[in-house]
């Protein structure tokens, strides 16, 4: 087990954009010490695209975002870190980079072609089998056949100090060179100032002249020839002649076309199906070596400590990647990725990674903290409302083949060629036959996707192979001949040709997206039992984490990655933390929640308008209610708004009566409309919703608590994802990163470690009477980490003891290294009446304890540690008292 002190002791989660930059991250270091924060961890901070709100879209990660602040900034950041002790962790996104004029090494290739020195840099087919793209990128911005653009002056020639650029209204993409030959034929006589221009141009286009001096070459033209009185008229002409346009159009290292010709053919990797996010090849060394210099800076000079590497399951080889960031680091570099496991799934052991971003530890709390005899009514009763959607890895399978047809339909396309290509596929294979095998197979994979490196492939590998052949062959036995053809791939007993490998590392790069789309993307917002379970690392069928499980899974990630971070929520998880709680509760009072939910259905009848929301989606709408209403338990000014702009993203990510490609206003409006009348003030429904919400306030405000006292004192790193340390009621991006009110918070924990000092009994009775405004998530989130600041070794290198069995009411354990020991105890979703109920301790644990939250001090009788403390304060964390 790595117990390298590189690792964190806590991490907090910030998303810098231009609303949240470097000088506000300046102004809470204070507060995030006294929180007990001992890591920032940062989104993306490299130059991104103009009003980029997450940093994803990355343009340049050779420089800092001018719209978050400077590298000074950053520096003087650093330095007040380093005085705290605290460190600063980076997300990186080594996959993909924007598709966008600003990304200058990609604009140097659309524009010089293969002498510009980023021209394989990108994962483009540049040999593509269609003619009108051979050599050329698809570029899919616009909005309307390219013909058509040109014929409606969508698209002119213009120019600036970089040069001539096709300007798409919106877009602007730069005059390959090979244009400028019929620029020079067509305007034989034009002015000689603009001639001499076009000839130095033509001539050092083609040379492989350095980027910069091209860039220099470029400005000193152009600064001249836009004071040359002619040259305007010249444009003018160029682009009142349609048919120059075409032809140079035709002449450009890209083809731009409509947004939606991505169906049909494309020529480049996108990330997931994003046309505006092209992928890189990572696995070149050139590539991986100019990626990575400048964030190779930052760590050398101590600014940042420790990478987080964004969707490590797009790179076509993630091990040899994540071996070259060692190299480069060093061991003392701490390095997470973000990986989705699927049940029973690990992390590679021979990686190098100090563990994941923590969506298994997500999934495993969110278990535990569902009362599982309650989940399987509510799943029983869900089921028989909609007998067409009961059957889940049915469902699942059926969405991924439709995102498969529709979104990756080029995708696939361009996966059977390859077969052919690399002659895995005899001549005479029939293509469709081929396709749909090999779609089937794509499809029935029940991991996003596994890491072929050599022969002889790891068993393990092999098993979800076949795993996958064997449900596409039980789906379509007709296509046996197809799968036997690919079985014979990994058969012990013959020659592996070495492109079967480079095949199957190419296909394991489209396994992945076609998982996030299917599943996370589509059938999360289709399959609608219980909506908590409907998060990223999580399922709504399937394992199901128990306390002992809990207990041997945190056992596990303590023996082998106790690096990963313990995540509750993240700008990727489809509610918020508290969000998730309340809908667990559900499962604790089944019987009142189906009854209400039936009610309410009846009552709200009359509003639905020609068959929407349908009884699915409004199913859904009653459950986004109760997981994001607000905590004082009455709609603020900007609920309905958020919920309804929720409600929108998630019709169009079902793609069951609206989508994101041709949206159906019609249905849409009707399911606004039906919740606007929910709310209406004369309709009784406000008044149900909020007795309801008060039984469920009433077990969540508890449960919330045990879910982040668990996080912070279990193996793994706590990460508190920004603003997270109150109630986090909120729904998928971009509601997820709406602003933190820094001031409110800082107000708060003063005043509560304030009250600890001077008067005990009257904080007690401060958290009590602001429970419902989330005074206890904040105290519980402070005095635990602090504890676990003050007694790192425990926590970092400590055993994990498992105290509770299946029967208890709560989930307890301890921790302990050498001579220090915690123990921690937490209510699981039950009756909560802890008055006569008892923990038995073992015998060589300490009898004597005080509780950090209360400062009460606890005496075990007979190796029985009396429950009851917990009706005192909702969780505990008791640490020994020595002597």
């Known amino acids: 087990m790595k117990t390298d002190t590189n690792y964190p002791l806590s991490t907090y989660r910030v998303q810098f954009n231009e609303a949240f930059t470097f000088a506000h991250l300046e102004a809470i270091l204070d507060y995030l010490q006294q929180l007990g924060i001992s890591t920032i961890y940062a989104s993306p901070i490299f130059d991104a695209v103009p009003g980029s709100r997450h940093g994803y879209d990355g343009i340049a990660p050779y420089r800092i975002n001018p719209a978050i602040g400077t590298l000074d900034d950053l520096r003087r950041i650093s330095a007040s870190l380093r005085q705290r002790g605290m460190t600063w962790v980076q997300d990186i996104v080594p996959n993909h980079m924007a598709l966008h004029p600003g990304n200058e090494w990609l604009m140097d290739v659309l524009e010089r072609g293969p002498v510009s020195p980023w021209y394989h840099f990108f994962d483009i087919d540049w040999e593509y089998h269609d003619p009108q793209l051979h050599g050329r990128l698809m ?63 033509q001539q050092n286009g083609r040379l492989a002249l350095p980027a910069e001096e091209w860039q220099r070459l470029k400005q000193t033209l152009f600064n001249s020839l836009l ?119 690990s992390l590679p052991a021979g990686w190098g990674l100090d563990g994941t971003t923590g969506y298994e530890f997500l999934s495993d709390v969110n278990h535990l903290l569902t009362n599982h005899g309650g989940d399987e009514k509510i799943s029983r009763f869900y089921r028989a409302q909609f007998p067409g959607l009961a059957k889940y890895r049915q469902l699942v399978q059926n969405k991924k083949t439709m995102i498969l047809q529709t979104q990756l339909s080029a995708e696939w396309d361009n996966l059977v060629s390859l077969l052919y290509e690399y002659r895995l596929a005899p001549k005479n294979t029939d293509r469709q036959r081929l396709k749909a095998a090999l779609g089937l197979w794509m499809v029935c994979m029940p991991v996003y996707r596994i890491y072929p490196g050599s022969w002889p492939l790891p068993d393990n590998d092999i098993c979800i192979l076949e795993e996958a052949i064997t449900a596409a062959a039980q789906r379509a036995p007709a296509l046996a001949d197809e799968f036997a053809l690919f079985r014979w791939w990994w058969k012990e007993d013959v020659e592996k040709p070495a492109v079967i490998l480079k095949f199957l590392k190419r296909l394991m790069q489209f396994t992945g997206p076609l998982t996030a789309k299917g599943v996370e993307d589509t059938v999360f917002y289709v399959y609608n039992a219980l909506l908590s379970h409907n998060e990223v690392g999580d399922s709504p069928a399937g394992y199901k984490c128990t306390p002992a499980a809990f207990h041997e899974r945190s056992i596990k990630r303590q023996q082998q990655f106790p690096g990963s971070l313990n995540a509750t929520a993240t700008h990727d998880t489809k509610r918020g933390e508290d969000a998730r709680i309340r809908l667990n509760v559900l499962t604790l009072l089944p019987d009142l929640w189906i009854q209400q939910v039936q009610q ?63 949206p159906d206003e019609a249905y849409e409006n009707s399911c606004l409309g039906f919740v606007r009348q929910l709310f209406s003030p004369e309709h009784g429904f406000v008044e149900s919703l909020h007795a309801f919400m008060e039984k469920i306030n009433q077990h969540a405000q508890v449960y919330s608590l045990s879910q982040v006292l668990v996080k912070i004192t279990s193996p793994g790193i706590p990460d508190i994802y920004q603003g997270c340390e109150l109630w986090d009621f909120s729904f998928v991006d971009p509601d997820n990163r709406q602003p933190v009110n820094y001031p409110d918070r800082m107000n708060m924990l003063s005043l509560l470690l304030q009250l600890e000092k001077d008067d005990p009994a009257a904080l007690m009775k401060l958290l009590q009477e602001n429970r419902r405004f989330a005074w206890e998530k904040l105290f519980t989130c402070a005095k635990a980490l602090q504890f676990r600041n003050a007694h790192a070794p425990l926590f970092q290198q400590g055993a994990y003891l498992p105290l509770s069995g299946e029967q208890d009411p709560v989930i307890a354990y301890a921790r302990q290294y050498e001579q220090d020991t915690c123990l921690v105890i937490a209510p699981l979703p039950g009756p909560g009446n802890f008055e006569q109920c008892w923990l038995l301790l073992e015998d060589h644990l300490p009898q004597q304890w005080r509780d950090i939250f209360t400062g009460e001090k606890i005496t075990t009788e007979n190796g029985k540690l009396p429950l009851a403390l917990l009706d005192r304060f909702p969780v505990a964390l008791l640490e020994k008292i020595s002597g």
């Open 139 to 201: 570029v899919p911005f616009l909005d309307r056949s390219l013909p058509q653009a040109v014929s409606e002056k969508q698209i002119t020639l213009t120019a600036g100090e970089n040069g001539f650029q096709f300007n798409t209204g919106s877009l602007a993409f730069p005059l390959s060179v090979t244009a400028y030959d019929i620029l020079l034929d067509t305007f034989e006589d034009t002015h000689q100032e603009i001639r001499e221009c076009l000839l130095t141009l």
């Open 600 to 662: 309410w259905h009846a009552m709200n009848s009359s509003f639905r308008e020609n068959g929407a929301p349908t009884k699915n989606d409004e199913y859904f709408i009653y459950q986004s209610i109760i997981a994001g209403y607000p905590a004082r338990n009455a709609p603020e000014d900007n609920f309905i708004q958020r919920l309804s702009d929720y409600i929108i993203k998630a019709l169009r990510e079902s793609k069951e009566h609206s989508n994101w490609s041709q």
């Open 227 to 345: 004071k040359v009185p002619a040259f305007a008229g010249f444009l003018e002409k160029v682009n009142n002649h349609e048919a120059l346009l075409n032809l140079l159009l035709e002449q450009q290292y890209y083809l731009l076309t409509h947004w939606q010709e991505t169906a049909q053919r494309i020529n480049y990797r996108r990330f997931f199906t994003i046309n505006g996010l092209i992928t890189l090849r990572m696995e070149d060394k050139q590539v991986f070596d100019a990626w990575h210099s400048f964030t190779h800076e930052l760590y050398r000079e101590n600014l940042i400590q420790g990478l987080r590497i964004d969707h490590i399951d797009g790179l076509a080889e993630p091990a040899i990647y994540v071996r070259r960031l060692r190299e480069l680091f060093g061991e003392a570099c701490y390095i997470i990725a973000e990986k989705i496991l699927g049940e029973e799934e």
